[in-house]
Every structure is written in structure tokens, then in C-alpha cells.
């Protein structure tokens, strides 16, 4: 395992991974990775920045964070695959109580160089739940695995997100197409969506706001039956159903529904531009 950013002919790994000669396509034919391990205190910020491509994070021991960055590269040659590399930053550095990870073309950079070729980037990290995270990439997928504690920010410029959730962890999550699905929301919740649906499998009973908009897609919430909320659901093209939970409405038709369940408390409020929502009890 790397501890720190040595030279690209070493630890920046550019394998060659694909036959000479083959005339079967085999993906891309070299890897560039960075893996750096560090000591954190509770309440770390990692945040990881990605010019395109996954992040996924796993819930680890605590006071350690890893962080694996790779970049695959389509190149015809090792000479290509290190000119390709050149123009994308690859680091991970800890200042005081934050760890930064990047992974991105650099400043300056002509799109259409780094594009004459496949560069597929992608971050894995392991961290403890009780480290916040900001996730950010310019178009793909987040995955967010295990409880958390602190706080989660996860934004994509295109591709789905997933939260498992956590036990007081707010949650700030966004994509400008794509899915929205959290699997426990214990503490606050916003999720938004420019086209795709939102799923919360569970808001449990003592939760914050949580506040849910898609321009695109359904919408679909369980709740704890004991759970007391403020509700406000409305869409533009599709129906508004609360079933089986104590709603008390204030006003409701096909396309909107106020009121309060188990009395009131915290806001629930879900809005879609094209699609139904569902709110009922957590399975």
C-alpha cells in the first residue's frame, strides 16, 4: 500500500493489461492508481473531487481513512497512456483535519485532448462513519455503503446516487439526471433530482426535515408508523397517495396532499415535476 505520490513510472501504476496484437477489444490497456492512507480524527472532513466517473465509500475502523483513486486509460502505447496522464491532477492530501482527493484534468487542458482517448476515472474510499463527506463528480455514479454518523454531501452532474443512510447523519444529496435512493434517513434529508425518482425506505421516528424534488421521476417514501410529521406533497402530473398512517389532512386532491401524521413535527415535503408519490409505512 502507497503512503505517499511517487513517480508515474512507479507506484502510479500504467500496467499494460491487454495482449499485443489482440484484435478483441479488452477494455482499456493501462491503469494509473493512487492509493494513500492517513490518520483522522472524529469529525474529519474527505472530500473527494472526480472529473467524471463512480465514487463509492465504505464504512471502516475508526481513525483511519483510505483513499484509492484510478484512472483507466484506452492508449495505444505506454508513451500515449503517460502523455494522457500528464494532463490530469491525481493527489490526495491531508491539511489539519481535512483529507482532499482529486482526480481531474488540469486547468488549462484542452477538452479534446483528453478525449481523443478513454480516460475512465473512478474513487474508492474507506473511512469511519463518524468523518464527514463532500463527494462531487462531473458525471457518474455514488454509492455511499454503511451507517454513517456525520455528514454526507454527494452532488453529480449525471448518474444515480445511493446512501445506505445512518443513525444522525444529514444527508445533502443531488444529480442532475439520475436516481435518488437512501436506504435509513435518521437525521436531515435533502435530496433533489433534474430527472429520475426519489426512493427513502425509511425515515425513522425522531427524524429531521426531509425535504425531496425531482423535475422527472416518482417519488416514494416509508416512514416509521410512530414517526410524527408535517406533510406537504404535491406534483405537477401524477397523484399524491398517504395510506396506512394516522393523516390527519388539512387539504388533499389527486395532485396534492397537506396535513399532519401522528399529530405533526418535523417536515416532510415532496414535490415532482412528472410523477406520483407514495408515502406509507416502511416495510
Known amino acids: 500500500m502507497s503512503h505517499s505520490l511517487r513517480s508515474l513510472a512507479a507506484s502510479l501504476l500504467l500496467a499494460l493489461a491487454a495482449s499485443a496484437g489482440c484484435d478483441t477489444y479488452a477494455g482499456p490497456a493501462f ?9 483522522v480524527a472524529a469529525g ?8 467524471g466517473g463512480s465514487i463509492t465509500t465504505e464504512t471502516g475502523p475508526a ?11 484506452d492508449a495505444g502505447s505506454e508513451r500515449e497512456a503517460e502523455s494522457m496522464a500528464a494532463d490530469y491532477e491525481l493527489s490526495a492530501v491531508q491539511t489539519g483535519s481535512e483529507i482532499r482527493a ?25 473511512v ?18 454503511g451507517d454513517r454518523t456525520a455528514v454526507v454531501k ?13 443513525s444522525t447523519a444529514a444527508l445533502t444529496l443531488g444529480t442532475s439526471g439520475g436516481s435518488i435512493r437512501v436506504g435509513r434517513a435518521l437525521g436531515g434529508l435533502r435530496a433533489s433530482t433534474s430527472g429520475g425518482s426519489i426512493t427513502v425506505d425509511y425515515v425513522g421516528q425522531s427524524n429531521d426535515d ?9 417519488i416514494r417514501v416509508g416512514l416509521d408508523t410512530a414517526a410524527a410529521m408535517h ?14 398512517l394516522t393523516f390527519t389532512s388539512t387539504s388533499a386532491d389527486k395532485s396534492h396532499a397537506s396535513g399532519t401524521i401522528n399529530g405533526g413535527g418535523a417536515r416532510l415535503r415532496a414535490h415532482t415535476s412528472g410523477g406520483s408519490i407514495t408515502i406509507g409505512p416502511a416495510d
Request: hydrophobic letters at 35%; aromatic letters at 2%; zero cysteines.
Open 31 to 39: 491503469e494509473r492508481q493512487l492509493d494513500r492512507t492517513f490518520t
Open 44 to 51: 474529519s472532513t474527505v472530500r473527494v473531487d472526480l472529473g
Open 63 to 73: 481513525g483511519s481513512v483510505q483513499v484509492i483513486l484510478k484512472q483507466a486509460i
Open 102 to 126: 482529486v482526480s481531474r484534468r488540469k486547468p488549462g487542458v484542452a477538452a479534446h485532448l483528453w478525449q481523443r482517448n478513454g480516460i475512465q476515472l473512478s474513487a474508492r474510499v474507506v
Open 128 to 145: 469511519p462513519p463518524d468523518a464527514k463527506l463532500e463527494l462531487a463528480t462531473s458525471g457518474g455514479s455514488i454509492r455511499v455503503h
Open 154 to 166: 454527494a452532488q453529480t452532474s449525471g448518474g444515480s446516487v445511493r446512501v445506505d443512510g445512518g
Open 210 to 218: 426531509v425535504t425531496l424534488d425531482t423535475s422527472g421521476g416518482s
Open 231 to 244: 406533510v406537504d406533497a404535491s406534483t405537477s402530473g401524477g397523484a399524491v397517495r398517504v395510506h396506512d
